[in-house]
Structures are given as C-alpha cells and as structure tokens.
C-alpha cells in the first residue's frame, strides 16, 4: 500500500525526493517526456521542465530575420545636429547570447536550457474529495545538484512526498529564480499571485520563469511536467545599421512603469500607474566598424522589463561621447509602443555623423487622383560631401522635383496652380545639395487599383556609405468604387457650379513694362477668337493691360446629357476657352500683373474644372523670334479620366458621403440652375452661383 505524507510541513530525517529534472529548455513537453527517467512511473513526486514550445529561449534577436521591426525612432540632441536613429526589433522568447554548460549568473542574464537557476520553488495546491484543502501540499524548493546542467540532471528538495491516492488531486505552481529581489510570493493557497517592483540597477533584475499546471490526480505516479515561461520582456541596446567613433556613456529607459502583479492562474499582468528610470552606465567605446547587431549592453547588463504598453511620456536615452570628446545626450519617445510578455526587444541604435538631414513635414493621406504633394525637408550644411537623395519605394508612381529647380519659372507657377504637368513631374530619384529648408513636390500618378497604395520616401547622404535612410510614409487612397465609378475619397471645398456671371465679373491686370508684357502677348494669341479677353499696349514705353470679362464668356448651351458626366465635364471645362483664362490668370500673376480689384468669387474655380485639375496635362510652348518661350497647359480629352458625374451617376459614388453634390448636367431654361444630388435621396435644379460640395468620379479601368 502506497503512503502519502500526512504533514506536509514534517521532515523526513536523512531523506530527500529525488527529482528527476531532464532540463530541456529549448524542447516541448512531447521531446521531454520521450526520453530518460522522467516518464518512468513512480509513487513520490517528481518533475520532468522544458520551455513553452511556443518561446524561443536562445540567440539573440542579431537580424532582421530573429524578429520584426516594431517601430523606428530618431533621437535628437537639444545641443547640437547629432542624430541617433533607433530601431526597435522584437524577437520572441527571452534571447540569450549562449552559455553552454553555465548556470545563470547572479546578475540580469536571461536564463535558458543550458544556463537555468540551480532551483525552483514549487507549490502543490491541494484538494480533497473535489474540496479545497487550506493548506499546501508541497511548498518547498528543487534544486539541483548535478555537475552539470542539461544532462539529465538530478534534482532534489528536503522531504518526500508521495502520491496520496485517486481521491486527492493537485495544481502545480513553480517559479524560479527564487531569491529575485522585490518579488512577494503566494501566504497561503488563497493566493496565486506574484507581486514584483523591478529592481533600480540591471545586474538585479533577474528573467523570472513560470510554470502551472492543470488538476492532477493524486495516484498519477508519473513525473509532472513543468513548462516554463517567461514573463517579464528582456530589453537590450545593440548596434544598428551605423556607428560613429567615440563611446556610448549610457543608456536609459525612463518614464516605465516598475510594479505590478503576476496572476499565475490566468497568466497576465496588473501593473500599477508609477513610473520611474533605469539607466546603465556602459562607457563603451565605438570604433565605427562595428557590426550590424553587435551588442551594446551585455548579456548580464539586459534590461528585465514588466511588459506594458509603455505610458506616453516613455523615452530612450543615449548618452554620446563623440571623437571631439564632446557630450550628446540623445532622447526619443518610446510611448504607446507594447512590451510584450516573454519577449526580447532589441533597440538597435545608428549614430550617424554629425549632420542634420530630415524630413519637416509630417505624413497626409492623399488621394486617389493625381496628386502634387509638397513636403520640406531640411539639410543642414555639415552634410557629407555630394549632398542628399530622396528616394521612393514605388519608382513607377512617385517623382521629385525640388522647388525652384523646374525648366522655368513658368513651370513653377503652373504647377504651384495646381496643373499635374506630364513630362515636368521630375525624376523618381532626386539628388541635391541644397541646404536649409528645402521644399519638394511630389508627383503622384493615380491609384485607380482597388487597393490602397502604401509609400515610403527615403533620405540619406548621396556620398557612398551604410548611411541610416530616413523614412516618410503616407498612404494613397483607392477610389471607393461602385457600379463600375470610383469616386475621390478626400472632400476638398465646395465651389459654385459658374456659368452665371454678371457684369461684376469683370478684371484687368497691369503687367507695367518689360518682359511680362512681351510673354503676355504671346500667352493671348490663343483667345484671338474669344471677345471676352482682350489686350491694351500701346508700345514699350507705355503699361501692357490685360482684361477678362467673364459675362462675355457666352451663354452656355451643352453639357446637359444626363449620364455621361465624362462629355459633359468637357464640354464645360473646354468651354470658350475658359481653361486657357484660368492658367492665363494663374501666369499673370507670376509675371507681377497688377488687378484693378478683387472680383467677389474667382471666376476661374467652378465645380467642373475644379475635377478636371485631378488629371495631368501636357505642356504646349509659344516662342517668339527673340526666344522667349511661355508655357500652355494642355488638357488632352483623353487624359480626362475624372470628372464631374452626370445627374445619373451622382447616386454611385459610395464614400460616407451628405449633403448636397454638384453633377455635371445643366438645366438651360433658363440658364441659371444646374442638377445637384443630394446623398440618399435624389436630384434637383440648384442655383449656379452656390458654392456646394464637389467629388470628382472616374470609370474603373
């Protein structure tokens, strides 16, 4: 007959329970219990450990391919243009850099098959009879007195216990290490929480491992398997992409929070709202040739962290002693970015010369269209020799062009109008030296896929070297389509429908004397057939006036089809020439026309070009005998892709769109309404003159 212990608290003299604990770290429960003494029956109690199969326990996270990039940082110094760009890798499992045949440390190294704690301690929760017994079966630690560690070594507590019998049965809860400093561990069987305050200093943080068990029996007679696993979130420094002589003073991570408890039963953490620092001090010296992932906090010196999601106000800092001896304390935010339980995030830093090199403006969705979106960046004047390189991951749908830097002025004051000019949207990689703020245009052709499109611009040095790219990403929307029509997904202003002008209508510009005259006159040969503008120059020693009388335009008598709104966005667009006026209006002003007043609404700005300005255009030139050269604005009727729709394509576009929409379809009688669509119900006469919304629309390709 099998004796189980009847007082657990009673020592047996002289006696001690082998067990028999194969440490198998790296393995799951399935690899243990096919080999050795643990599987064999017995009637004490012993443990077979392993891993969670699911946690890797060796190798640091050294590449991209131990881990995923979690989140990019820059640090900046408040006192100069050192930068020190932070990438943040996060490998599962608490990584160790390998100590075969080792017993952990008494610092912070992470604990592993091949160098775990030297004991555990273990509590058995004991019931009776489907009751609950208040008091534990076992409470007491394993340790382990082999030789060596992983060989199937040989553990051993104080007393034996014995399996009791069927009408017994037990939950399992071990941890280890068990002298980790700050961590409270269950009073009584009423308890299966650790309650833990991270130590200030690294070397006393320890990896603190876990392992439950479900009920058991209480005539199992067989090994009880224990799986370990990590719960805190091992965090180191290591070498990014780039490194600059010197020597790194320090390392800190401040504003996280330190305390919290472990619930064992339902394996997750409450932590509480304080915050505090830790910090290291490494003073370790950097030649710049230093590997990618070469580590910059030791093993022992890993950061044992409560996994969170890190409070806003969380911060990386660095402190940097460059090759002028000088001090650069470098900080970057870290907050609202996740510690993950059982796992390793390696914060791999590239210091980079120092220079300023970065993007100003912050990242905006844009639309489906075709898009100029003008960013800055800034460059500052200790940048390597050859300057800066701005780059894209899509070549085929994004191009640069540097402001200032266009064919001509002429050009530049068309694109600033808003004209997406085909064979002057630039290059897909851009090169400059220019210094200060600097901003570039960016030539987005259309999304017309049924997939979002995602970007990411690139800028670094142009000089040859494994210098750090900086990065800017932004999305472009696809149309949201349906029935076959896309409609844009960004609402711009609303506009009047136009094609309702009085007499106030009516403009002239004073372009003075010199070459905006000469260009000028070049400029309205194109409305010779067009009453509505007309020219004043009595010779160069006399002013070049310009007038656009917009109610002379013509009473308009097309653009009423009901369904294609692609027709009818033509016919108004191309109109009697008035998207010549606009681009006219647009290069007089760049040439220093003077207005006589300002009209009371722009004339220029009516629903139906405002749909044709999502296309690109070509570009047509007028030179004179004596080489000056103006620059046209063409639209081709089949680049016209987007459009103001029809009265019977108004119901299509499908974005979460109210309120009131412009169609493209004129009511003539009398000449001053045209159709609008109101969202969920129907169309209706609306006065031109109000300015409403307006969603240009394309057909799927």
Known sequence: MKVHKKNPSWMAGGMATMLLCTLLF???????????????????????????????????????????????????????????????????????????????????????????????????????????????????????????????????????YYWPGADHSFQFYAWAPTDAGGLTTPSSPQEKSLAYTVPEAAADQKDIVVATTDEIQGDNNAAVPLTFKHICTAVRFAVGSQMQPGQIKSVALKGVKNAGTYDMAADNWSLGDATVNFSQTLNKETTGTEANGDAITTSEGTFMMLPQTLPAGATVEVVFVNANNEDRTLTASIGNTEWKMGTTVTYKLSITPEYELEFVSQPEMQDAHYVIYPITIKSGDKLPAGGWTLTSNDAANVTFVEKDKFVNNDVQALVDAGYWLD????????????????????????????????ITLSLKPAAQ?????????????????????????????????????????????????????????????????????TSNWGGVWTDFKVTIDFSKVGTLTTATDLNDGNKNTWELYSFNG????????????????????????????????????????????????????????????????????????????????????????????????????????????EDRDSAIHVRAVRQKP
Request: charged share 20%.
């Open 465 to 533: 070297g494994n210098y750090e790219a900086k990065e800017f990403s932004f999305t472009q929307y696809c149309p949201a389509w349906n029935n076959g029509i896309g409609v844009e997904r960004i609402q711009d202003g609303d506009y009047p429908w136009g094609f309702s002008w009085d007499s106030n209508m009516k403009i002239t510009y004073n372009l003075g004397r010199g070459l905006g005259p000469i260009l000028a006159s070049l400029y309205i040969k194109i409305f010779v057939n067009y009453s509505y503008v």
């Open 26 to 160: 790296s393995c799951n429960n399935e690899d243990f219990l096919e080999s050795g003494n643990p599987e064999k029956a017995c009637d004490n109690i012993c443990f077979g450990i392993s891993s969670d199969k699911n946690v890797q326990t060796r190798g640091y996270a050294g590449s991209d391919d131990e881990g995923y990039t979690a989140d990019r940082f820059v640090l900046r110094s408040d006192d100069s243009a050192d930068t020190l760009c932070v990438r943040a890798i996060v490998s599962e499992g608490i990584n160790v850099s390998g100590f075969e045949g080792e017993q952990a440390l008494t610092r912070a190294t992470p604990v592993g098959k091949d160098n775990f704690y030297n004991k555990f301690h273990v509590l058995a929760y004991w019931s009776k009879n489907g009751a609950p017994v208040d008091q534990f079966y076992m409470n007491t630690n394993a340790s382990n007195v082999a030789a060596s560690v992983g060989t199937g070594a040989i553990w051993s507590t104080e007393q034996i």
């Open 578 to 685: 008035l998207n010549d006026a606009s681009a006219l209006m647009a290069q007089i002003e760049s040439w220093g026309g003077v207005p006589d007043k300002t009209l009371p609404a722009n004339p220029s700005e009516f629903a139906a070009r405002a749909c044709a300005m999502k296309n690109k255009y070509s570009v047509q030139t007028e030179t004179d005998i004596t080489g000056n050269t103006v620059y046209l604005p063409v639209l081709d009727q089949a680049n016209m892709v987007w459009y103001l729709p029809a009265q019977n394509e108004a119901a299509n576009m499908n974005d979460n769109l109210s309120g009131d929409y412009w169609t493209s379809t004129a009511i003539t009688d009398p000449g001053t309404t045209a159709y609008k669509y109101t969202v969920g119900g129907s169309t209706s006469p």
């Open 423 to 454: 064979g002057y949207n630039g290059t897909s990689t851009l090169t400059s030296t220019t210094t200060g703020e600097v901003q570039v245009y960016v030539f987005l052709k259309e999304n017309a896929t049924e997939a979002d499109r995602n």
